[in-house]
């Protein structure tokens, strides 16, 4: 039923490409490759302005690995986000690897003190800031997680729109991934771990966020010399109200189908 599912960041190519050619970015950081559709995409933008894109993703899947092979312009750092990103500046990065309060805050603070120490302005795109996982922890490897840091999880349960706890079916990992019991709250979700980033921040950062596909976040830096274009660009997807009622739309139907699958599932399969 994947295909079914609108799910990779590469739904937002047009936009982020579009962001990227407006800062001028040239060396690009991609945290998580999944099947490679958006390092597709992303690889072909740096090679065509003699950049170089790094991509890191602890397990790689064959499709990824391929690119990387047939790509000179791109690199492949097979590690944990965590241990990767210290010290690597880039022009841009792509945060979609393992969707959790304490990973993507972390990935934030590596990326800040990065550009830092560089000198380049802070742009940065993260992928599931709506629902589900924006307040609510995925882990794809909970024992990477500290424990203090990591909420209760079920691998066996779903998700569903406005229940907070977690249900029998529903959109669900099926052993791929597993998510925290209960959603909100502190310390639980990429969301939350973006705006408990900004604080201290807020004067530097400015934010941008399209709820379609998951959601995606954009945060920029304000006195960047390409700011004002690139929220000219941003300014009519964000927060946009048409694209988050059909948001919640594909999410009905699909966690729809879902429910008849399960119920087939049910009467006919031993």
């Known amino acids: ?55 890191i993703d602890p397990a790689p899947s064959p499709e990824a690995r391929a690119l990387f092979e047939a790509s000179p312009a791109a690199e492949l750092i097979e590690k944990p986000s965590l241990e990767a990103l210290e010290g690597l500046a880039a022009d841009a990065y792509l945060v979609d690897g393992d969707h959790n309060y304490h990973t993507v805050l972390r990935e934030s603070r590596l990326i800040w003190e990065a550009t830092r120490r560089a000198g380049k302005p802070f742009l940065v795109f993260y992928h599931d800031v709506g629902w589900p996982w924006g307040r609510r922890d995925l882990y794809y490897d909970p024992e990477r997680i500290p424990a203090a840091d990591r909420r209760p999880f079920t691998w066996d349960h779903g998700v569903v729109p406005g229940e907070s706890g977690v249900v029998e079916g529903g959109f669900r990992g099926e052993g791929g991934w597993a998510c925290a019991l209960t959603e909100g709250g502190p310390r639980n979700g990429v969301l939350t771990a973006i705006e408990d980033f900004v604080p201290g921040k807020e004067e530097s950062l400015a934010w941008a966020a399209i709820p379609a596909v998951f959601g995606l976040g954009v945060l ?4 960047a010399p390409w700011s004002k274009a690139v929220e000219t660009l941003l300014v009519p997807y964000h927060q946009n109200p048409l694209l988050a009622r059909l948001e919640q739309n594909r999410l009905e139907c699909y966690l729809r189908v879902i429910e008849w699958q399960d119920r087939y599932d049910a009467e006919h399969v031993a």
Do not use: C, D
Not at 220 to 223: G, T
């Open 1 to 55: 039923m994947a295909e079914l599912l609108l799910h990779s960041l590469s739904e937002f190519g047009e936009i982020v490409l579009a962001v990227l050619e407006t800062a001028g970015a040239r060396k690009v950081v991609e945290v998580g490759s999944e099947y490679g559709t958006m390092t597709r995409l992303l690889a072909a933008y740096v090679a065509e302005r003699g950049g170089s894109l790094t991509a």
């Open 220 to 223: 920029f830096e304000r006195n």
